[in-house]
Nanobody, 131 residues
Framework: QVQLVESGGASVQAGGSLRLSCAAS????????MGWFRQVPGKEREGVAA????????YYADSVKGRFTISQDIAKNTVYLQMNSLKPEDTAMYYC????????????????????????WGQGTQVTVSS
């Protein structure tokens, strides 16, 4: 049974930092695409970053490029999203997702539009950034 458990969400002031964690279990972690999404009520879900666990290649949405960093701890089967220089518009529920997506599709960001190919999702963690 695949499980993804996020943690690390909190309320911070603009300009602050947070690190989200996603602990994964129940599948072949060494060759999977791990993604971070966010969603605000009434708006479309946005894919913000992804990492292919087999080689560490990454993808970032333009809205977070240069501020967010996705990384992994292979020994812990955990993916992180380091978020710096947070803005009020980063406020959202953040979700971790995983699937056995091809490496190129993972780090090219082709999954970020259209129907999502990710089959496995965490429960979400709330990030609130105040001005």
């Amino acid at each position: 049974q695949v499980q993804l458990v996020e943690s690390g969400g909190a309320s911070v002031q603009a300009g602050g930092s947070l690190r989200l964690s996603c602990a994964a279990s129940g599948y072949t972690y060494s060759s999977a695409c791990m993604g971070w999404f966010r969603q605000v009520p009434g708006k479309e879900r946005e894919g913000v970053a992804a990492l292919y666990t087999g080689g560490g290649s990454t993808y970032y949405a333009d809205s977070v490029k240069g501020r967010f960093t996705i990384s992994q701890d292979i020994a812990k089967n955990t993916v992180y999203l380091q978020m710096n220089s947070l803005k009020p518009e980063d406020t959202a529920m953040y979700y971790c997702a995983a699937d056995l997506i091809r490496a190129y599709d993972c780090y090219s960001g082709s999954w970020s539009t259209g129907p999502t190919p990710f089959a496995y999702w965490g429960q979400g963690t709330q990030v609130t950034v105040s001005s």
